[in-house]
């Protein structure tokens, strides 16, 4: 059964950058499209970028446009996530999602099929 396993998130500073891993095992991650969600303190999960098996199709929330870029490799089995610019508004613990469906993970839906445990990002000076 697919897992997967977030790392990368930490502390730091405005305008700064972090890149997220979403690594998994159990099975391979080709046939899988992978989003990027996060949740902030009292707030709900909300999603952030999806990229699709191929790699060749990505999307992203307005928030993050610009500044975010989602990417894969496959041979790696693993998923990132390059945050740029980062603000204090991006404060909060990153998950990693999969499903078989890119239409159902390009619309941000909570409902995939396997998910991580995150990986937490405070934003801070």
């Known amino acids: 059964q697919l897992q997967l396993v977030e790392s990368g998130g930490g502390l730091v500073q405005p305008g700064g950058s972090l890149r997220l891993s979403c690594a998994a095992s159990?099975?391979?991650?080709?046939?899988?499209?992978v989003g990027w969600f996060r949740q902030a303190p009292g707030r709900e999960r909300e999603g952030v970028s999806c990229?699709?098996?191929?790699?060749?199709?990505?999307n992203y929330a307005d928030s993050v446009k610009g500044r975010f870029t989602i990417s894969r490799d496959n041979a790696k089995n693993t998923v990132y996530l390059e945050m740029n610019s980062l603000k204090p508004e991006d404060t909060a613990t990153y998950y990693c999602?999969?499903?078989?469906?890119?239409?159902?993970?390009?619309?941000?839906?909570?409902?995939?099929?396997?998910w991580g445990q995150g990986t937490l990002v405070t934003v801070s000076s």
């Open positions: 159990g099975d391979t991650l080709d046939y899988y499209a």
């Open positions: 999602g999969a499903d078989l469906s890119y239409p159902v993970v390009a619309a941000f839906s909570s409902d995939l099929e396997v």
């Open positions: 990229i699709s098996s191929s790699g060749n199709t990505a």
